[in-house]
């Protein structure tokens, strides 16, 4: 049996970041192949901002009403932005980031502390890495979709800038409630793949999503790419956040008082398909990181792979 600590896993997914590829998408005013005399007239006038020192941990960080009266639902309007994921569109929904999904890393830190109770270290460390692959380093700004004029003109290649929608680096195949890229939409909600989310949860939880039902359809899904999608890809950085958006819903999903680490489905449907917290939400009881990611890799150890590969070529060693 393989036994790898998250930790190990945290620090080689911050070492391949650093080497993930770029991915070709629309440009929005590149800075690519000026000369060096327009460089020195263009760069007085960029909004270039220098980058704070990430935000510190809570003051408090006990559980409490996240979903107040400061923090109404307020649904997405034309132009503004959501993305592939369910946290952090409902975090802008609810006023804990900018409504329009364009954030600072500092913004989205403090966020996810404040709306959710994530741990200070993995919130930075999220945060930053996201922002080096899918954000743009001169404006100090990330789409958590799409990519956008909204953050900037864009700094030379390598720098990608296209919003946490740019596939196989964050966001990757094998989502649990998003559809895989090459089928032509990775980060709308997925009624179909719900409905499986929601079987899954009724066979192994007991109608409530937990450890044991995020290891059996972790591999599900793998499973089901390896078969359908000819161009699967399951590599570093995916071959991590894949099996940390597992156990997110288990962990911040679920409200603060409850006693048990497990998802109803009404609060379920709210988070992924609506981007909203349920009535009278509290954020989780302490910091919670990615407790449980050990226990939904272990059940199913896969080997990372990338494509194209044949449709009977396993990942499982």
């Not at 409850?258 to 009278?280: H, I, Q």
Request: charged share 15%; with cysteine.
């Amino acid at each position: 049996m393989i036994s790898i600590s998250f930790v190990s896993l945290t620090v080689l997914l911050l070492n391949l970041v650093s080497l993930s590829p770029t991915f070709a998408s629309p440009q929005y005013g590149s800075l690519a192949g000026l000369s060096a005399r327009e460089w020195n007239e263009l760069i007085p006038r960029l909004n270039q901002v220098d980058p704070p020192n990430p935000p510190g941990p809570l003051q408090y960080n006990g559980t409490k009403l996240v979903h107040d009266s400061a923090h109404p639902f307020k649904a997405p309007r034309q132009g503004d932005i959501r993305g592939p994921c369910p946290g952090l569109n409902t975090l802008a929904n609810h006023g804990y980031l900018p409504h329009n999904g364009v954030a600072s890393p500092s913004q989205i830190i403090n966020a996810v502390q404040e709306g959710f109770n994530m741990e200070h270290s993995t919130a930075v460390f999220l945060t930053h890495a996201a922002h080096l692959v899918d954000g743009n380093l001169v404006t100090d700004l990330l789409s958590i979709g799409e990519k956008t004029k909204k953050t900037g003109p864009d700094p030379p290649a390598p720098a990608t800038v296209g919003g946490l929608n740019t596939h196989a680096v964050f966001e990757g195949d094998a989502s649990m409630t998003r559809a895989d890229f090459s089928f032509g939409d990775n980060h709308s909600f997925n009624q179909t793949l719900f409905d499986q989310f929601v079987e899954f949860s009724n066979r192994y939880g007991g109608g409530f999503y937990d450890y044991t039902v995020a290891a059996e359809l972790r591999f599900q899904r793998i499973q089901e790419s390896i078969a359908t999608n000819p161009q699967f890809s399951f590599v570093a950085p995916r071959y991590f956040t894949a099996y940390a958006e597992s156990v997110f819903p288990v962990n911040f999903f679920v409200d603060g008082r409850s006693t048990e680490k497990k998802l109803d489905m009404e609060a379920a449907t709210l988070f992924f398909r609506d981007g909203k917290y349920p009535t009278d939400f509290h954020r989780a009881a302490q910091p919670s990181g990615n407790e449980g990611v050990e226990m939904v890799f272990i059940a199913h150890p896969i080997a990372p792979g990338g494509e194209p590969r044949r449709q009977d070529q396993q990942l499982c060693p």
